[in-house]
């Protein structure tokens, strides 16, 4: 296959990928599982030195038992911004605490819990 044609190839398979993805976004977690989020800024300049590229927030997550993940471009790291991102992608978890709750864990006078 010649070089061009292989290129030409890998381009056409990325794009293929990336449409797939964006299709349908991987809702990860669930009962019983722990998913890990995290952001980050993502930047092309380095060493303070050469071209000043825009910043670009990026907020990822990993769960920890099936390995599932998801990234997303995100306008900036606020509350507004990030929770209906997190509400997308990941899956809620709803569960309540007996009503004898402080009778098994009477060390804990208060239980919290939050859902997503």
Partial sequence: MPPRQTVTWNRLMREVAAESIN???CVIGG???TVELDESLFSKRKGNSGR????QWVLGGVCRETGECFLVQVADRSS???IPVVKEYVRPVLRSLPMNAERIAPSKRKATQTCV
Avoid: M
């Fill in 23 to 25: 299709r349908k976004p």
């Fill in 52 to 55: 000043v590229y825009p910043q």
């Fill in 31 to 33: 009962e019983r599982l």
């Fill in 80 to 82: 507004k911004t990030l």
